[in-house]
């Protein structure tokens, strides 16, 4: 019994959580389904790796988890879904009562509300954690979002803080520098409880969401660049680098500036030019989009930003369908100094109404789940580790600290003026790019989302009238209180109306 936690699932995440977890002192013993990828990495371990003598292979499950202390603590990092389940169910005989399993896989939540109901009933504890940050995360501080037993959380909680990503205190900028044997020291560790059964799955699923329309967003500003100012891609990736130093200061900007920039390693000009534009997904982004429409959550951008991904992909069909529907001619702009901080006002502007939808929703998940979700701390352990880490979400944190039943983040008083700051470069950008017949669905509906939460009246008014008329779905009255439904025998000249 001498290993502190065990894993199981050899693949990219399970092998880079593994060594983070050894790399801060505790001996982690491992198992995956297929031996070859075990000895693999155990040759890497003894060869590579300065913490590798902290990891015990496994190719036998019972030895495996034999070998780990009482109550035992093992981390899946297998493929979401089916594979989950099966093996827990093979592990279960090895366990005993109180032992801890803990999913760091992208389940689905309500797979993860329906295993900890049954693994609690058996007697096991679950945790289903949120694991982000992709490889280098896994590796090195990634962010994690736990949800599930608390007393099993007491347990795994000074191992995930151990090995998360850490950011400076005041200002939450990530603390970079770990290299394998050398975690990073101090800081503030970008992991907390999250909530009972689902709620770490289901938040990790929101902020995959809000990945997808942060990236869509940071496409749309490349796509304009270059087809409104003729930019190529080197001189796009030198404004992102410049953004990166400002209010838009992020991962996902900073890669972009990286990817704008790399030549083509087979050839003349930039890679970016010759990557395929047909975009895939492994259906997080989906899930949130559904989630929202299930729970009535208007996150149009973030669920534009699934099916912006799902048009791209129809790449065969848009090529015939460019040769037969023709829009404007493209008109180049001069003016590019000020067309560049439009774009970028824009941006801001439409990231600040993707995460209000992001936020609006988990709000509402708490309460069709029944979790009480504490946004600043979610927001605080997104600013390191995680894909969508940025400085701006340290506003966010500021933002519910400040007032934490803050209804939507735009009604804050700092987002709140950003928007009205930006919202002219912002309009301004929307409507050249329609005018130019450039696709912009992330901007667009994002300033959807923007008129439509500030409009005091909407034409719903008409559309509960047409519900009425067709459907005798009743209608509530501006003169009269609300919940008070009414009901016309359209069309009625002199029919009365009735209250029903
Ligand atoms: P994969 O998602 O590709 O899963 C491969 C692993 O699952 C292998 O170890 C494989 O074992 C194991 N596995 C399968 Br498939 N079926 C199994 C079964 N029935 N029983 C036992 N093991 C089984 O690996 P990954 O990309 O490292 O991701 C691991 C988890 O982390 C996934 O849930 C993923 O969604 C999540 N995640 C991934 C990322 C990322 O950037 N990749 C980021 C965040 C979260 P084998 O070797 O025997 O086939």
């Given at each position: 019994n001498s290993a502190d936690i065990g894993l199981i699932g050899l693949a990219v995440m399970g092998q880079n959580l593994a060594l983070n977890i050894a790399d801060h002192g505790y001996t982690i013993a491992v198992y995956n389904r297929s031996s070859e990828k075990t000895a693999e990495f155990m040759a890497r371990c003894r060869e590579?790796?300065?913490?590798?003598?902290r990891v015990l292979g496994f190719t036998d499950l019972k030895e495996f988890t034999q070998a780990i202390r009482r109550p035992r603590k093992i981390i899946l990092l297998v493929k979401a879904g089916t594979p989950t389940d099966r093996i827990i169910e093979t592990l279960l005989p090895h366990l005993e009562p109180g032992d801890i399993i803990v999913d760091g896989g992208n389940a689905h939540w309500m797979d993860t509300i329906r295993r900890d109901r049954e693994l609690t009933e058996r007697g096991f504890r679950f945790i289903g954690s949120g694991v982000s940050g992709g490889e280098v995360g896994a590796r090195f501080g990634p962010s994690l979002m736990p949800g599930g037993s608390e007393s099993a959380w007491a347990e795994l909680e000074p191992i995930w803080r151990a090995i998360a990503a850490k950011v400076a205190p005041e200002s939450g900028v990530p603390l970079e520098g770990a290299a394998p044997g050398k975690p990073v020291e101090g800081g503030v560790p970008c992991?907390?409880?999250?909530?009972?059964?689902g709620a770490g799955h289901y938040v990790k699923m929101v902020h995959n969401g809000i990945e997808y329309i942060d990236m869509q967003l940071i496409c749309e500003a490349y796509w304009l660049m270059k087809h409104l100012l003729g930019l190529d891609a080197g001189a796009i990736g030198a404004i992102f680098r410049e953004w990166n130093?400002?209010?838009?200061?992020s991962y996902l900007i900073e890669i972009t500036g990286d990817i704008l920039g790399q030549k083509d390693p087979a050839g003349e000009g930039y890679l970016v030019d010759k990557v395929l534009d047909a975009a895939g997904q492994k259906g997080t982004g989906m899930w949130t989009a559904t989630s929202a429409l299930e729970l009535g959550v208007p996150a149009n951008s973030i669920a534009e930003a699934v099916f912006a991904r799902t048009l791209s992909s129809l790449k065969e069909e848009r090529v015939e369908a460019s040769c037969v529907l023709k829009g404007p001619e493209i008109r180049l702009l001069s003016n590019a100094a000020d067309t560049i901080e439009a774009i970028r006002r824009a941006l801001y502007c439409s990231k600040i109404c993707a995460y209000a939808q992001g936020f609006q929703l988990m709000s509402e998940a708490q309460k069709a789940y029944g979790w009480t979700l504490d946004f600043g701390t979610i927001a605080q352990i997104w600013?390191?580790?995680?894909?969508?880490?940025?400085?701006?979400l340290q506003k966010i944190t500021d933002a519910y600290a400040h007032d934490?039943?803050?209804?939507?983040?735009?009604?804050?008083p700092y987002f709140r003026d950003v928007l009205h700051e930006g919202q002219g470069r912002w309009r301004q950008t929307v409507t050249t790019a329609i005018q130019n017949g450039i696709p912009v669905p992330a901007f667009s509906s994002a300033l959807a989302y923007f008129d439509g939460y500030r409009s005091a009246q909407l034409p719903a008014n008409l559309l509960q009238a047409q519900r009425d008329y067709f459907g005798a779905h009743t209608y509530e009255r501006t003169d009269q209180p609300r919940g008070k439904f009414f009901h016309l025998?359209?069309?009625?000249?002199d029919r009365p109306e009735k209250a029903v």
């Open positions: 590579k790796e300065p913490s590798g003598e992991t907390a409880y999250i909530g009972p059964n130093s400002g209010e838009l200061s600013r390191g580790g995680c894909i969508i880490r940025a400085r701006f934490p039943g803050l209804k939507n983040l735009m009604l804050n025998d359209w069309p009625a000249p």
